[in-house]
């Protein structure tokens, strides 16, 4: 009896522990933090800082090691890393900061920015002022264009070619200037206005000169005054 009994505890113990062992390693399993809710955490935290954007944007959170193993995080923290931004190609920072687990890692992502940006629908010889034919739209990333482009019409119509601007080409500002209102050599009215007085004379241009820019005049005496270029062949002098 006694050789039984010591028999049945000694099974007893080999069937218990192999259970034992398995709930052990699958509770620790349970705490590593899912891969999937970091990418989640990246892609809602872009979206939220570009909310007011006006243009469409579009964020593609770039692929993660499944095999990376990190303790699970009550609450992620996104972040932009000093020196980052919400723009093209970028990284964000994903911290844990709390009594179970403390760890920082950075998550590769892209965020695209489409809008209609002003193209030249046909070819413009230097010189010449844009109409609206001369332009169209088309939808693009903004973060693969080139620094000065429109996507308002109302700033480029009227405007003057500063080159020679092919069909299919995206509009940039130094491609164009505002018109003259002043040319070298025209005769031109000298105002200058101030609290109780008003002067006029006449003069000449030294420059061609678009609304607001500053412009040099000859008067009568052959005196060169600077001032402002005005419509109606009008230089304003500041007293």
């Not at 489409?114 to 010449?128: D, E, F, I, K």
């Not at 019409?153 to 405007?159: F, H, L, M, S």
């Not at 092919?166 to 209102?181: D, K, W």
């Not at 006029?200 to 420059?207: D, I, K």
Request: a positive charge.
């Amino acid at each position: 009896m006694i050789r039984c009994l010591v028999v049945i505890l000694c099974l007893s113990v080999l069937i218990i522990f192999p259970f034992s062992v398995f709930a052990s390693q699958h509770k620790s399993v349970t705490q590593y933090q899912e891969i999937s809710l970091i990418k989640k955490a990246v892609e809602d935290f872009l979206y939220a800082n570009t909310a007011t954007l006006s243009e469409q944007v579009i964020v593609n959170v770039g692929k993660m090691d499944k095999r990376l193993i990190l303790p699970k995080c009550p609450e992620l923290e996104p972040f932009i890393p000093a020196g980052g931004r919400l723009w093209g190609k970028t990284s964000i920072g994903v911290r844990c900061d709390s009594q179970l687990a403390t760890w920082t890692i950075y998550v590769q992502a892209e965020v695209n920015i489409m809008a209609n940006v002003l193209h030249m629908a046909r070819q413009v010889s230097s010189g010449q002022t844009l109409a609206y034919e001369d332009i169209a739209p088309q939808n693009v990333n903004l973060t693969q264009m080139p620094e000065g482009i429109f996507t308002d019409a109302a700033q480029v119509i009227g405007k003057v070619a500063t080159t020679n601007l092919t069909a299919g080409q995206p509009l940039r500002a130094q491609m164009l200037r505002a018109p003259y209102v002043i040319l070298r050599g025209q005769t031109v009215n000298i105002v200058a206005q101030g609290r109780g007085f008003s002067i006029s004379t006449e003069g000449q241009a030294l420059a061609d000169a678009a609304e607001g820019q500053v412009v040099q005049v000859r008067n009568k005496s052959g005196r060169i005054i600077t001032g402002l270029a005005r419509i109606n062949s009008i230089v304003e002098i500041q007293p």
